[in-house]
């Protein structure tokens, strides 16, 4: 048997390696292709990306037609350089560079040497081509916005850096791809799939014909078409509206969790970002260190949620058993919490549940607010427990919708305040700030939207998303799944007849809209900046969340306008008509709006810039005057030295 054995083994491993040579060899030619690369020259057809359209099917983004002018540095032959500069209005400095980039890419494959050529460059360049081997024409597309709204939703596009490249494969120099926004998203739906033609060479170099009749060639593949949640006109006028203003507008459809509007102020036109000056224009953009146009206000700016957040408070008291809707506190002009500390209100008199919202008294919430801490025998777990409560409605976390930045927000714990008094020695009395919406809590504007949504939802929300529908795809379901809070649904109804009574008796009573019920609150957060070394008060920000109609809701929003004052001097108006314009299609009271449209706010945010850069030079003078005298010490050290010698 052992004599059997080993031939046998030797004998079935030689038939293996010559079945395996003979499939290489024979039936499998991807080898075979790999090793005639050197004659067969790769050409790539680049799809369309696919379009981008609205809820109502309006197309927002389409594409046009692009040139881009490539090299491979290995097939140059000597040639007029000044001919070729002249074509394409370039410097010989700028070809050398181009050459010297491409050559460290690589001699041997392609890289674009000058890109989005207009159609008069692209005309030129091709009459005269036949001049200039190793230069060839790359059809692309890049995109055509219908719309001059919505940049911080689309995201631009961009070139594939090296560090792309390398990352993924399916990406070579030069390729376009999606930065920022649905583009960057939705980058793999977006771009289709590339064509590939292999192009047989003679031993000349010249081109002659398809590599066994087309064989390995494949065919570009177009992007798909995406339907986003947005409603273009929705979109296009809240952005009129927050001219020359800074600060965010989200607003929500409470039924599904689909975004209708994301407006950041100030934005800019996304066809600025599109051919030959979309480097220079994204540089200006980015150096504006002030204004911040390609910072989403409406995902990234945390904010102190003021008022709003004051009916999170009242559910929570409301679960945990400390107040019912009866429960009322008298307050006059404020409170005394502790020894010394009052909290200032603007309200008087007996307030309860309803009338404490509708009149956003704090002397109410921060009672009740105490109340519900004190509940527990630690201020350690009360905190705990109204943390949880609050994390249920997404906030201190991301949200996990369909956009590529975004942040936490923040919601304290017993650790946040464990670290700030770590001998132990705080109480509920210490952090009464946050009954308000103030001390350590922070919010984004789509955090304040989705809150108001899940308040409208009487206690659940799906997760904001801004894709509504996918060619030929389904949308990731967790945009159909629902999230329940752990407030009892019970609850909610007497905050809502609270937040319907602010449009009757309260806070918003100038701004109800005829025809529309509308449940609101207004909110004003304190606002300090750091300036050099001080911290100063700025005028405070302007805060507005709602929902509408109170019955069956379509629409929920959070307005948030930075140095706007009281809630109900901007944020509330622009509120108001961003509800009816969604509801009604059309605007009632054009006197609010004529008012909203012509508020600037440059003033008042000139006034930050002047003492900033009043600091920077006080700074300067400063530091000129500390490096004068250390100087003069060194002089008078170099002195004493020579005098000493």
Known sequence: ???????????????LIIARLFFLQVIDDSFKLQSENISIKIKYDYPERGYIYDRNGELMVANQPSYDIMIVPRETKSMDTLEFCKLLNISKEKFIEQVKKAVVYSPRLPSVFLSQLNK???????EKARKFDGFYIQKRSLRDYQVNVGANIFGFITQANEAMVKQNPYYKSGDLL??????????????GVKGVKHMQRDRFNREIGLYREGKFDT??????????????????????????????????????????????????????LVGRQRSRNYTKLYNDSLAKPLYDRGLLAEYPPGSPFKMLNALIALDEGVID???SYTCHHGFYYGRGQF???HDAGPRNLNSGIY????????????KTINKYSTPSEGVDSWSSHLKSFGLGQFMGYDLPTGKRGNIPTAKTYQKAYPNGNWRATAIVSNAIGQGEILMTPIQMANMIATVANKGYYFTPHIIKKIKGQKIDKKFNTKHVTTINPKYYPPVIQGLFDVYNFGTASSLKVEGIDICGKTGTAENFAKIGTKRIQLKDHSIFVAFAPKEKPTIAIAVFVENGGFGATIAGP?????????????????????????????NEYNKYTRKFLDSVFKMKRRNDSIKNVLKLKKLDSINKSKTTL
């Open 343 to 345: 909290m200032g209100c």
């Open 120 to 126: 008069l460059e692209y005309a030129a360049f091709q």
């Open 359 to 370: 009149n956003s008294c704090n002397t109410y919430f921060g009672n009740i607010y105490l």
């Open 574 to 602: 622009i509120t108001s008509l961003m509800i009816e314009k969604y509801i009604k299609k059309e605007i009632t009271r054009k006197d609010r709006e004529k008012r909203m449209f012509e508020i600037s706010l440059k």
């Open 1 to 15: 048997m052992r004599k059997i054995l080993l031939p046998g083994m030797i004998i079935g491993a030689a038939i």
């Open 325 to 327: 809707e009866q429960t």
């Open 178 to 191: 999606g930065k920022q926004g649905v583009e960057e998203m939705y980058e793999t739906e977006l771009r």
């Open 219 to 272: 065919i570009a593949v177009q992007g798909k078409d995406i339907t986003l949640t947005i409603d273009s006109e929705l979109q296009k006028y809240g952005e009129a509206l927050m001219v020359n203003k800074r600060g965010g507008i989200v607003a929500i459809e409470p039924s599904t969790g689909e975004i209708l509007a994301l407006v950041t102020a100030p934005s800019y036109n996304p066809n600025i």
